[in-house]
Each structure stands twice: as C-alpha cells, then as structure tokens.
C-alpha cells in the first residue's frame, strides 16, 4: 500500500539569475479543436523590458509553431525555436531600451495531445483532446516568462465546440459564434497568474459549501461532485477565517483528465483528476485543502524567485496541515508533522534561500519547498505563539497582495507582528542546512523541609549556531510541568523546581522543531527509497530501505517496502518473507499490518493458493483498519481472487 503523496510544486524550468523582460499584460483568443487536438491562437503580449534587448527570450510548449510575429507597429520579427528548453528567441534588428513598454503578436497552432512536447519531461500539462481539454498556465500554451514569479493581468477569449464549457480566472462572458460554437471570456485585471483554461463536457456547475463553490464535472463524475463541494466549502471557510478573504470568494473546481498531474491551481480555479473528485480519502482532502491555500500563497502572494517557493510551497502544506489539525484533531495533526519532518531532512543539502538552481521538478526541489517550508513555518509558529502567528500571516498577505515576496520580507514581517529578533532562526533554517540531535544530561536533588525537587541539567545539541526556545516536559509523581528552555549552542544549562519526583523528561514532546531522531532516520530513508521506485530505480531503493532498518532492525515501515520492491518485481517469496518481518515488527505506522496481510493474500492469489490467500484477507479485515480502503479491498478480495494487472506484465 503506498500513501498518496499530496505534492503541490511549482512547476517550472531552472529560471534564469536574472530576467530579461517583465510581461505586464495578454490579450488571448485561443480556438480548440478538440476532436483533431488541435490549438490555433493569437497573443497580444505586452511587457517591459528591464535590460536592453537584442534578443527577448519567451517560453512556449514544443507542440506549438509560430506562424506570426510583429512588434507594435506591425512589423515582422524573425524568432528562433530552441525546443531543448521550449524557448522562442526574437530577433532584433533595433534593440529595445531598458524601461520601454512593449507589445508583439504572436500568431501560432499546433498539436497539444501528449506529455511529449510538454516543458517538463513526462508531466503532461497542456493537451486538446475529447472530453476534457486542459491548457495550464504551466503547459506554457501562450508565450511567457518568469513561470509563477512573473504577474500579470489578461483577457481571454476561447472558442469550443457547443457542448463545451470553458473556464477560467475572472468575469466571464459567453456569446454562440455564428458556426454555432461557443466563445468564453475572461478577464483579470489584477496582476497575478490567470493562465489556466480548462474546457469540457461539463454538467452544468454543481454548487455545494456555499454559493461561492462551483463544481465542473462529466457526468462520469457526477455523483461525487456535491459531496467534493462540500468539504471544499469547509475547507475555504477555514483558510479564509485563517488569512482573510482572498482576492475571490468564488472557487471552481474542475475536473482533469486521468492522466493530468495531482493536481493545479490559478486564481478562483482548484483542478484535479476526475478519481480524485471521487475517491474520497483522506489524502485528496488533504491535497484539496493544499490547493485551495493556493487561492492566498500563490495567487494573492507569489515567490519574488524560485529561491523564495518555500514562502508559498511551504505555506500552502502547512494550511492543509493547521486544516487537518481543525478537522481531525491533534494525533492526525502529530501523525502528519512525522511524515512532513521526514520529507524535510530527506534531502537536506542546499539551503532553501539557494533552491532556485535546481530543477523545480527535482524530489529534493519538492521537499525542501513543501516539507521544509512548512517546518520553517511550524517552528515559527512554535517561537510567535498561536495568535501572533496568524497576524503575522495577515500581515505578509496584506503588505504583499498582488506582488512578489522574498525571504527577507517575511522574516521583516516577523519582527513587526512579534517584536522578536529574529536572525538566527532565519539563518538556521532558510540560508543553513541540517537539524539539531537534542540531548538531555541531567540530576535530581532532593530539597529540605518538603519543597520537592530541584532538577540540574543541560540540553546539548551537535549545530553550534542553533538558537531558539525549546519546550521541556518533566513528567513527576504528581502533575506534569513544562518549561520553555533558551537554547543556544551546544549545551544550556536550565534549572527547574518541582514537588514531585521526576521519572521522565522529555525535549520538545510535541514536535514543534525539525530535529534529528533515530526514528526520523527511518522515515527519511524510507523516504527516499520511495522516491527511487517512483524514478524507476528499486535496486536504489532497496539501498535505502537497508539503511532504514540499519537504523531501526524492527521497523515494519522498512520491510513492507522492501515486500513492495520485491513483489513487484514479481519475487513472491522474498515478498512474503518481507510482508511477514512487517508482521513481527515495531508495527509502525499502524496500517503496515493490514497491508501486508493484502499482499500476503494477494501473493496466494497468483501462486493459486486459494485457500490460504482468503485467510490473510480475512485477518486484513479483524485488524479493523480501513487506511485507504484497506478493508474494503479485502472484503472484495474475498470475493473475487487478486489478478496481476495486465499492465504489470
């Protein structure tokens, strides 16, 4: 069984150190041709150049060829095509001044079906086809720069079939063109990052959660939109009582085709694949509250460079995490700051204040921008206190609407709304890298005349720089105390005074830090081992599942991996030899146990052990564990035997 990983990146080529030109404005009619995937458009781009140009470099997918080009005069311009990095360079007999405002006509068509001609490698993000066509801001389908850092404002037009419907960022419009198709028109007019128009077979809009929530479906997916309305309606009311009210109340939730990635946002628009509306887990709650924090990091605030993604990647996980706190309480809410800590140390080598080097796409780009940014603000959260944190939020989104925000303005916001200094935990965890391994010496003095104990120690830790308050937990024969300990360096001192004896003490019981933990060291192994089979490397990830249980010899997280690895590669009984260690371990996390009886089951089922594969369902089903449908695959399995996908073979 492997968990749903809710991964919101954005996506994005390594952007250039230093942009050449600002677009400041579109004015777009797009025509799709869903039944020969085909796209014809023009657009007017207007922008600034912030250097002198002889040569202004756009984006553009692969798929697409320029047929036109003139500059504001009508002039003809000649470009160059450099498909290695879906560029279009335009040359200039006459070069244009720093400061100039521009506009040129692109006229182009193309083919737009596949991942093939798409700007990042395997991910499809832009294709014309029947029932759904889907042209995201990402696919590049419109000359750009800057991918989410560059904001601008647009008007589109989209020309469909009849029995489509279009939508888009913005006040919409709708006229039947005289060959009876439909045009559909948007306009935003604040600068930001309206370039996503999806367009489909659509039902008319569902609406659930309130008036501000529209659902747009195929009728394949029909019976799943209201209740996918309604926790979208939940979950907008409690990030908008969180930051404010976003610069739209209305939200479309549109649905993808299958093979479209998790997930996209643009303003007033959260998209996903068609099986996500409806399969109802936990994971694509939790990735549908990500996405909608998108509507205010990302949409209403937006990374001043990709070095910055952490400000609104790591704000839009830990909004899905405050949410997943809210509604499912604080256990779920712990569970989760487990799995995110992990993500962060996976791949923790470059500082979050250099990642705009690195392939946005990348795992550790990934990571370090969701997992870590939302440590970055946890622990912050942790050093503010609830209320201060929420104002410094607001204050971020208020000073910074509609622009571009560094890692600077937000640690200035910091300061303001909390009146702290707050350089060193900048330093610690924007521009260094690593976690702290806490350690705690300490001895218990009994005092005179029954005034208790007086507890001596000192918390030491491996990063010299590190400074910031620790929570320290000494559970007594009568009530337990906590105390806020200064940490700073490699060892302070404290002193705390208690009337009963204490038996344990604890640093930071409720995981507030990032910080290295032997269990930790599992989780991140796994990590990575996971990250491996996805690129299609199970000898590397079984590496990393060895390291896992070189760290902790009984996780069952380790071995059921290692079973997964295994029977994939359709060795049954190194499997079942795995999926029986998962059995006998630390049985952490929980659901390793009902799995492992699935795929125990499952390994009968295609040995022909009928008999014996019934069994291991049947204990999947008295573990009382539902984790991603775990049981009810087990109830089915009992009824009908497991088969291979013909896929698989």
Known sequence: MALAVCALAIPALAAPARPQL?????????????????????????????????????????????????????????????????TVHVSLQTPIVKGSKNTFHFEYNGTLLNAESSPVEGIKLAAVGDPISMLLYAGRWFPMTGL??????????????????????????????????????????????????IAGKFLAPIRGGGNNIHVYVTEKRKEAAAKFAAVAGNEFEF?????????????????????????????????FPGNRIVDGTAASKRLLSNTLAHQWWGSEVSPATLNDAWITNGMSRYGELMYLEDSAGKNA????????????????????????????????????????????????????GD?????????????????????????????????????????????????????????VYRLGNNKGFRTVGSIGED????????????????????????????????????????????IDPENWLLKSTPDLAVRVAVLRGQQLVIQ??????????????DANKNSSLATYRIGEVFF???????????????????????????????????????????????????????????????????RERMKTPYKRPVADN
């Not at 930051?243 to 959260?270: C, K, M």
């Not at 392939?359 to 921008?369: A, E, I, L, N, V």
């Open 333 to 384: 809410f712990q569970t989760a700051i487990g799995d995110v800590s992990a993500g962060a140390l996976a791949y923790d080598t470059e500082p979050l204040s250099t990642l705009g080097r690195l392939d946005p796409y990348s795992p550790q780009f990934q990571s370090m921008t969701l997992e870590k940014g939302a440590m970055v603000y946890h622990m912050l959260r942790w050093e503010l």
């Open 463 to 506: 990063l010299d720089l590190f400074r910031m308050p620790v929570e320290l937990r000494i559970e007594t024969d009568g009530k337990t105390e906590d105390r806020r300990i200064d940490v700073s360096g490699n060892d302070s001192p404290y002193t705390v005074e208690t009337f009963g004896r204490p038996r344990k003490i604890a």
């Open 148 to 197: 989410y850092t560059d904001r601008f404002t647009s008007e589109m037009h989209i020309r469909v079939p009849a029995d489509y419907t279009a939508v888009g960022s913005g006040t919409i419009t709708k006229k039947t063109l005289p060959d009876g198709r439909s045009e559909f028109g948007f306009t935003w007019s604040r600068p930001g990052f309206p370039g996503t128009i």
């Open 22 to 86: 600002h677009i400041t404005g579109y004015v777009i009619t797009a025509e799709l041709n869903p039944a020969t995937n085909h796209l014809t458009a023009t657009a007017d781009v207007t922008f600034t150049a912030l250097e002198d140009l002889t040569s202004p470099v756009f984006e553009l997918n692969n798929g697409l060829n320029i047929t036109k080009l003139t500059d504001a005069t009508g002039a003809a311009l000649n470009s160059e095509r450099l498909s290695t990095n879906s």
């Open 387 to 443: 209320e201060v944190f929420q104002k410094f939020l607001r204050g971020v989104l208020s000073q910074f609407t509609d622009k571009g925000v560094r890692s600077s303005d937000v640690q200035t916001v910091a300061e303001a709304q909390s009146r702290l200094e707050l350089t060193a935990f900048f330093a610690q965890w924007i521009d260094g890298t690593g976690a702290p391994n806490f350690a705690d010496k300490y001895s």
């Open 568 to 634: 994939t590669q359709r060795n049954y009984q190194s499997a079942a030899n795995s999926f029986r260690d998962a059995l006998r371990g630390d049985d952490d996390p929980r659901w390793t146990e009902v799995w492992s009886h699935i795929h125990l089951g499952y390994i009968f089922d295609v040995t022909g052990q009928r008999d014996r594969a019934v069994n291991e369902y049947r204990l999947a089903v008295q573990t009382n564990d539902n984790t991603q449908g775990a049981i009810n695959e087990a």
């Open 536 to 549: 299609g490397d199970l000898t590397g990830a079984l590496a990393e599942y060895q390291k896992a249980l």
């Open 239 to 271: 990030m908008t009582n969180l930051f404010g009210e976003p610069e739209s109340s209305r939200i479309n939730i549109v649905e993808l085709p299958e093979d479209a990635l998790y997930a996209t946002w643009a303003p007033e628009i959260a998209a």
